[in-house]
């Protein structure tokens, strides 16, 4: 039984439309790698699939029940937008341990080997506004590590990362599809063989 289902999804914004008619199954496991040109409803997509916004038609189900106003498909849900969602006034220990505490997730003794991991050794403490695009970007990904979850869905997961730090992660893709989770993410960049993805293309409608 597929996890994530969408049936004849319609996206209208600014009296424009995205997409309409389209369908999408998401199975436990499964790698989709969602393509297209800007503008084309990547990002529109991925608000509909994560219930933050609701469609023009259709409809998006997680385990057979609708995703919109889901608290029980949030606590299985980890969704990283193209913007890193941290707060610039708080540093990356204060940033983890509020989403932890807001998730429901318990908060781990110590968040700096975790941190060190990700390649922000001596900045765990500074304010994340203080930070370059690839820091911050690294600390919205922490949360990868930390909440156990059903469902990925990444915006551009890879924007701001250098060569290493985009190698941790798809290394980290990789052992999350193992264990059976599923991934649907964006992204302009290729993606590594060793990640077997499923694509969906979407065209810019003019």
């Known amino acids: 039984m597929s996890l994530l289902v969408a049936r004849q999804l319609a996206c209208v914004k600014n009296d424009r439309q995205l997409f309409a008619a389209l369908d999408l199954e998401l199975s436990a496991g499964q790698l989709i790698h969602l393509r297209g040109p800007n503008g084309a409803g990547k990002t529109s997509l991925l608000r509909l699939l994560t219930g933050l916004s609701q469609p023009a038609s259709g409809q998006v189900v997680f385990r ?72 911050q970007r690294r600390v919205a990904l922490a949360r990868l590590w930390l909440k156990p979850a059903a469902l990925w869905i ?33 992204s302009h960049q290729a993606l590594s063989n060793t990640l077997n993805a499923d694509f969906i293309e979407l065209e810019y409608l003019w």
């Open 64 to 135: 057979q029940q609708p995703v919109f106003n889901n608290p029980e498909f949030q606590q299985h849900l980890i969704y990283i937008g193209h913007q890193a969602g941290n707060n610039p006034r708080l540093s990356a220990i204060e940033n983890l341990t509020f989403w932890c505490r807001s998730h429901g997730v318990p908060v781990p003794d110590d968040l700096y080997p975790l941190l060190a991991m990700l390649g922000l050794v001596g900045l765990e403490d500074v304010p994340v506004g203080h930070l370059s695009a690839g820091q």
């Open 154 to 186: 990444l915006d551009e997961p890879f924007t701001a990362l250098d060569v290493q730090a985009i190698a941790l992660l798809e290394s980290h893709i990789a052992a999350y599809l193992q264990q059976g989770g599923s991934v649907l993410m964006t």
